[in-house]
């Protein structure tokens, strides 16, 4: 049995300060819920007070990204080791940093692995646009990128990691994809490759989220699906109702 979970992607919203105000509002009611597993990825800088409030709590902390070097002249990231003190997770190859950022498979893959050897989660994304949707293409591109993301890794690495689908369509538009559509996709494509990559038992473990317009109103029923194991939630994170939608889940 896969335990859901169920994690708040808040993209670049919230200052360290709003972030605090936020989660003190929330913070009770999330603890209290059982059964789930809770997360949010606050922006880097709002991290700290962010896990200072959440010590003792069973919400899991985020980053949306980390470099995989050590160290070194890389103006503007954050290494490894620089999370660990903070975060559980961390989110790797969101279709956003593949779009404005230039993330690529071979960086994404790079980037489990040093999540990994620091003891982080990584939360791996995929997802193909509308066009290729349109085109027939889905199965052989977020296929394509579960391979690239998990070249040369052992079953043993892979069953510690999470993965989320997430339609680039259904991000932000209000488009959500049909509970047989997301299932379809994380069951028949992404499930389906990591078997044929790792074998069926780690297929059987790992945890798929699905992402993309999930809200308080649709979760109950994407969270049914046997297939998916969770949400990467974005815009419905930000608000108090971030709470039904995981009530509503469980
Ligand atoms: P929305 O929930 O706002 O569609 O965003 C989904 C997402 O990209 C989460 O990582």
Not at 93 to 101: A, M, T, V
Request: aromatic share 6%; glycine share 10%; charged share 20%.
């Amino acid at each position: 049995m896969r335990t859901l979970f169920i994690a708040g992607n808040w993209k670049m919203n919230k200052t360290a300060a709003e972030a605090v105000a936020f989660l003190s509002e929330i913070k009770d009611e999330l603890n209290a819920i059982e059964g789930i597993d809770i997360a949010v990825c606050p922006p880097a800088l709002a991290i700290p007070a962010v896990a200072d409030l959440l010590k003792g709590s069973k919400i899991g902390i985020g980053a949306q990204n980390m470099y995989f070097e050590e160290n070194g002249a890389y103006t503007g990231e954050l290494a490894p080791n620089m999370l660990v003190p903070f975060c559980n997770y961390v989110i790797l190859g969101h279709s956003e940093r593949r779009q404005y950022f230039g993330e690529t498979d071979e960086g994404v893959n790079k980037k489990i692995k040093a999540a990994l050897a620091h003891g982080l989660t990584p939360i791996v994304c995929c997802g193909e646009s509308l066009e290729q949707n349109q085109a027939g293409e889905t199965h052989d591109f977020v296929s394509g990128q579960i391979k690239g993301a998990f070249a040369n890794m052992t079953g043993a690495e892979a069953t510690k990691c999470v993965i989320a689908y997430e339609p680039i369509w259904a991000i932000g538009t209000g488009l959500t994809a049909t509970v047989e559509q997301a299932g379809g996709i994380i069951g028949n494509t992404v499930r389906a490759t990591i078997k044929e990559i790792f074998g069926d038992d780690v297929a059987q473990k790992i945890r798929i989220q699905y992402g993309g317009s999930v809200s308080e109103k649709n979760s109950a029923e994407l969270m049914a699906h046997p297939d998916i194991d969770g949400a990467l939630v974005g815009g419905a994170s930000l608000k108090a109702a971030f709470v039904d939608l995981i009530k509503n889940a469980q």
